[in-house]
Each structure stands twice: as C-alpha cells, then as structure tokens.
C-alpha cells in the first residue's frame, strides 16, 4: 500500500540497524524514551528490539492517553452514567471502554444496562446528541494534543447547532510538563526523547526547545512506522556521541516547527492550562487543558456538579487501592520499572482481566508486552 | 476484578469465549464428540460418520456488502460441516424475529438462504419460527444447525500434523468483518470493502478429491486467522511460524485497519479456510485452489515449526519476529 509499504522495508531497516550498531559500539548503554504510546506498540508489532544492539535500552513514556487517565476519571464516568441513568447516554473512545476504574469498567457497566456507546470520531457524538434530544450526551474527553482540537472542534459545532444536551468529561493533557516532570525524577536517567508524532505534528518542534536547552537531553519528532523508529533512533545517538542537544524532526514529512496553527488557535480558542492529574504520576501542574469559562456549558464537571459526587481526587500513586492490590503501572509509566517488575504481570493482570491501565488500552506497555510475548 | 456479568467480550470468539467453553459448558456436557471441540462434532453412527454442527446469527447490520445474514446463516453451517472434511446435506432454520420486522426484508433473506443452499446443493429441511415483543431482540436473529457425512478415508485431525507441514490460507483475509463494521458505523469512508461470505464446500471438494495429504482445516471466523491458529497449536507439541509478508490482505482493508488501529490478523472471515497440509503436497493444494474461483488469493504463509510449541509467531515484514496471541475481546478502535 502506498506511503506504508515504503516505510515497512525489510531491506533498508537491515541497513538501518547495522548503522545503528556501528554509531554506538563500545557505547556505555543508552537510554532512550519513546513518548507515544503507538512507538511502543510498533517497536513490539514488528519486533523492533532485535534489531537494536543490547547496549540500548528503550523505555515506553506516558504517551497512551488511556493508560494515564486517572482511575477518578473513569470513577467519575460511571458515577454520571448510574446517577443519571434514565437521562444520560455516555459516548467514548474505543479504548477507554475497558480501562479499570476502583471497582468496575465501562465495559462492565454497559453488561448492567449502563447507556455506554463507542463512537468514531467527536461528530458521532454529536449526531447522538442531535438524534436524542431527550438525553444528555456525555462524550469522554480525554487524550493529548492530537485529539484535542477535535473535541473543541466538536463543542464549536455544538454551539454552532445550538444544541443543549452535549456535554464533555474532560481530562485533556499536554505533552511538554509531563517530559518535564520526568526529567526532574531522579530515578531516570533518560540519554534522549523519541519524541511523538502525532502530537507534534499539531504542537511543531518548538515546546520541546527547553528540554535540549535546559536539560541537555537531545529530542526527535520520530514518525511510527518502523523505518521511522529506526532513523529517529539513529538521529538521536547521533546527537548522544558527539554530545549535542537539539530538537529536530525525522518526522518532517507531516510535522513543522510551527506544527499546525489552525488546530492550535481552535484549542486555545476552547481550551484552557490546568493543571493535571496523571495515573500514576500524580498531579502535574499546567499539564492539562480545561473549557474556558464560556464554554462552561458543555463541561460535564458542572452540569454534573460533579464536586458533589463526593470523589476524592487521589493519584494511583497515592492510592491505596493500588498499594493494596499491587499495580505497579505508576512506576511503567514513569519509566523507572517494567512489566516484568510487576509481580501480577501475566498472572493476575492479563488482557482478559487487566488490573492496571496499562494492561487495557492496546498501547499500554504491559498490553504490548502481553501481546508480543514479552511474558 | 473478576466477571460476574456476561460482557460482549465473552461471545467474540477469542479468548474469554473459550473460557467459557472449557470452565462452563464442556465439564457439564463431557462427551467424546464434544471434547474433540471441532468446528462440526463427528458423530459414529451405524458404521458412518456424520457431521453435525450448529451456528447462530446476529449480524448487525442485517444487510451488509456481500451478502446478508440468511446468506451467512447457510453459509456458516456449510463451512463448518465442510471443514472437518464433511459433504455438507441437510440444514435447520430457526429464526427469532422481532415484533413489527418488515415481512419483505424478512422475503428478502429467505431468498438468499434459498440462493446460498441451492449454490452449495444443500437442502433446508426442517425449521422454527418464534416472533418476539418489540425491543426483546434487534430484527432478525438466525440458527442454523446442518449435517453431513465424512467419506472414508477422510481423517483430518490436529495429531496428525508433523514439523515441516504448510500453512495455506485460501485468499485475502478480514474482508467479511471490516465489511460489516464499515457498513455497522456508517464511517463515511468511500469503502468497496465487500464480506467474502461464500459457501467453502465446493473448493474443499476438490481439495479433498486430490490424494493430497491434508491434515487438518478450519475456517477462521470471529477471532480472524490469529484465533484460528492458535486453536489449532493450542496444548500441542509443536508450533506455527506464519510470514507476515505472505498474508493476502486487500488495501481496503488494510487501509480500515491502519486507520482504526486494527490489526487484519484478527478480524472475521465467512469464505476463507486455512488448510494445513504436508510440505511435499502444498503446492499442489496451491495450485488447486489457484484454479478455484473462491481460491485464487491463496497463499502459503507459514509452516509447522517444533519451538516454539503452543505458540503462533509472526516473521514481521522488516525481519522482527513477534507471538500472535489469541484475541482477547473485540478489538476496539484506538483513541489516536
């Protein structure tokens, strides 16, 4: 198929993994992050790692927007989705469908008669709520810079058709404060950032700057086909031996420095910084995006009331529901450990029953481990 | 967070599905033919043996690119009795059909069920019909139960497969799922995705009628080629290598895939059989079904392997080497 076949060949990853090998030979070992969720379930899909020499390490970032949704997030959901059982039709993304709250799922919900459906795209949300005027429609808003313009995209549309009964869960997060926080965790000790793809080609190169500048960590805007990964990661060790720190772009036939201006006016015109709270990571501030106050609204959080649910907003980390049981997808996505750390790995954590988030969205690293026969 | 509650999960065909058979109903029923948990039980009566099997449907939509569920219905059972080596003969149909179905859409499936047997030479000799109250099911659900008689020295078996042999898929896979789910969620791509839902048993024939050493088939449905497989390596002493390279998928399909997150690898196929036969008679399976109509996007994609065992493993196109599980669950479309 044309555009993928060419950045799927067998011939130039050979050539590509040599002189990866030959860049760092006698290296101390290198410690690479991929960000994004997707680099990490195509490093597994196409057994990327045995194309590395063993002196490089590839760590999975907090880059799968499922995995670092907090469990009060989808707490919260089905909370609205029984409280407001007669009225509210909750619509989300596929992959949020399965994903662990304290004690029950989307999924699960749905099997008890909750009203959850999965759409496509933010406009068949829309079009539910424009077919059931009845009801309240709850979209599920999560995810980082890629998809949020597409939520605010949908909330224009939504004022533009003047409809009254579609609302947003919002939990928006942004990329930068999160490497940020990373780079500060003294447990890692990261030699370079792969950093996103999809995300930069809506943000562009500049907000990484600060992290070559400032931590002295080299970054590369790496696509996700699996020739991208290869020549991202061969820029990046490029930069690690002559001992440079810039940001550049591997990723240049679809991300820009200046990224895309139109779906960035669109968000800020919605959106605005807050800050976050990220499973696993705890909060992190200016690492989130909330409706400014005239789209309040469409904001599930007050039409809900839901600071009445009585919900307290506690971290996976902090939880104790996750010491109790003992996930430890906290320290995955923090980098610091990894499945096989994990004591319920593959044993009591499984795709059929995942304990953590990391185990049900298919970009979860646990998932990719499972998946890829890394048990 | 154990289940206490059915999920959609449980009837996808993966891996929960099969939970549900080995913990729930097959330490109830425990019998012989059973056990043997092929696609048709095989059943020793009065010195022959008959095939039997049965299958329900609940396609949604009812009418989909390629076909519609009566098409399916016919279609399904013929495979399944076709698979184990059987001559498909005799079908049931039941249909629960809800309150206020418009009778011509109901015409409109018996008229392809009709047009599905009569292509295949199969006879719909006994059925059932139950209407219930508006709301109690979505339109048209169907069952359809079928049987057939393996000729002699027909033996298709697991324990019959030895290192070396071939894996054939007979053409281009996820072409009956997508299909569906392109047509289900209206997702405004200008697809020409259209189901591969065609009677297996013809082609099957002629394999069979070859004097080539076939030792196992089964047609992978719910759960696509990477369920298949795995059922079949499943507790076995050997393993299954398949290169990606060398998998028919049309671009249609690989392009849905791409776009939803979805691997092809997973998805439902109603005309396709995977055939695992001896090295020295592959190519001649290959060449037989080149010739047939339902064939001609056939390919050898990989062979039995002795490590590792109960594993399927995928040579990926740029020389990685990964374990295909079986499905767990419907596959969801990501996020991003």
């Known amino acids: 198929m044309k555009y ?22 006698g290296h101390d070992e290198i410690t690479l992050m991929e960000v994004c969720g997707s680099h990490t379930m195509n490093i597994y899909r196409y057994g990327l790692k045995k194309l590395l020499p063993s002196n490089i390490r590839l760590l999975s970032g907090p880059g799968c927007p499922v995995c670092v949704t907090p469990t009060s997030y989808i707490d919260t959901a089905i909370a609205i989705s029984q409280k407001y059982s007669q009225e509210v039709l909750i619509t989300t993304f596929g992959d949020l469908f399965r994903a662990p709250g304290s004690t029950s799922s989307l999924e699960r919900e749905k099997a008890r008669g909750a009203s959850v459906i999965i759409v496509y795209s933010t406009l068949d949300a829309l079009e539910i709520a424009k077919n059931n005027a009845g009801k309240k429609v709850v979209f599920l808003g999560i995810g980082f810079e890629t998809t949020t313009p597409t939520i605010a995209a949908s909330i224009i549309e939504a004022e533009k ?11 928006h997060k942004v990329m930068p404060p999160v490497m940020e926080a990373l780079l500060r965790d003294k447990e890692l000790n990261l030699d370079g950032f792969l950093c996103p793809a999809h995300v930069s080609t809506i943000i562009g190169s500049k907000p990484y700057e600060f992290i070559a500048r400032d931590f002295h960590i080299p970054c590369v805007i790496a696509g996700f086909e699996p020739l991208d990964i290869l020549q991202g990661i061969y820029m990046l060790l490029e930069q690690i031996t002559r001992k440079e720190s810039s940001v550049t772009i591997q990723y240049s036939r679809v991300a820009k420095y200046e990224g895309n201006p139109t779906a960035l006016a669109l968000l800020n015109r919605v959106f605005e910084p807050c800050d976050a709270e990220w ?26 009331r839901i600071s009445d649910f009585g919900f307290q907003i506690n971290s996976a980390i902090r939880n104790p529901q996750s010491a109790i049981n003992g996930c430890i997808c906290g320290d995955i996505l923090r980098g610091v450990k990894l499945p096989a750390d994990c004591k319920l790995f593959g044993k009591v954590c499984n795709p059929e029953h995942p304990v953590g988030a990391c185990m049900v969205s298919s970009e979860g690293t646990c998932a990719a481990w499972y998946k890829y026969g890394e048990n | 967070m154990k289940n206490d509650k059915i999920t959609l999960a449980h009837g996808s065909g993966g891996k929960l599905t099969h939970e549900l058979v080995k913990q729930l109903f097959l330490p109830r029923f425990n019998n012989k033919a059973l056990s043997q948990l092929g696609d048709s039980a095989i059943l020793h009566i ?11 449907y609940v396609v949604k939509p009812l009418f989909f690119p390629g076909g519609d569920i009566g098409k399916l219905a016919v279609n399904g059972t013929i495979n399944d009795l076709a698979v184990v080596g059987a001559e498909p003969m005799f079908l049931s149909a039941g249909f629960i059909i809800e309150e206020g179905f418009e009778l011509s859409l109901l015409e409109k499936v018996v008229n392809s069920m009709k047009e599905a047997a009569t292509l295949a030479s199969v006879e719909i000799v006994t059925g059932d019909t139950k209407v219930v109250e508006k709301g109690s099911v979505d339109g048209l659900y169907m069952n359809t139960c079928g049987i057939g ?3 002699n020295g027909i033996n298709l078996s697991t324990s019959s497969i030895k290192i070396g042999d071939k894996i054939i898929i007979s053409g281009t896979i996820g072409d009956h799922g997508m299909a569906v789910l392109s047509e289900r969620e209206s997702l405004g791509f200008n697809s020409q995705i259209t189901s591969d839902c065609a009677p297996l048993s013809g082609t099957i024939k002629k394999i069979l009628a070859s004097g080539t050493h076939v030792k196992f088939m089964r047609d992978p449905t719910r759960g696509g080629l990477a369920t298949t497989l795995n059922e079949i390596v499943n507790t076995q002493e050997y393993g299954i290598v398949i290169d990606e390279q060398s998998i028919p998928v049309n671009d249609g399909v690989r392009a849905l895939c791409e776009i939803l997150g979805y691997d092809p690898l997973y998805i439902a196929n109603e005309g396709k059989v995977v055939i695992v036969v001896s090295a020295h008679d592959a190519d001649k399976v290959y060449e037989i079904l080149k010739e047939d109509s339902l064939g001609r996007d056939a390919a050898i994609i990989g062979e039995v392997v002795i490590e590792p065992k109960g594993k399927v493993c995928l040579k990926t196109v740029i020389g990685g080497t990964r374990v295909i599980d079986m499905l767990v669950g419907d596959q969801l479309p990501r996020i991003c």
């Open chain 1, 161 to 171: 058709r003047n409809l009254t009964n579609y609302f947003v869960l919002t939990s």
């Open chain 1, 279 to 304: 499973r696993g990571l705890g909060i992190i501030p200016g690492s989130g995006l909330k409706l400014r106050s005239q789209y309040e609204r469409f904001d599930a959080h007050t039409v809900f």
């Open chain 2, 149 to 151: 008689i393996v000729n």
């Open chain 2, 46 to 56: 009065h010195g022959m043996r008959i095939a039997f099997t049965t299958d329900s």
């Open chain 1, 4 to 25: 993928i076949d060419e950045f799927r060949n067998g011939a130039i990853a050979i050539k590509l993994s040599k002189k990866i090998a030959d860049i760092v030979a």
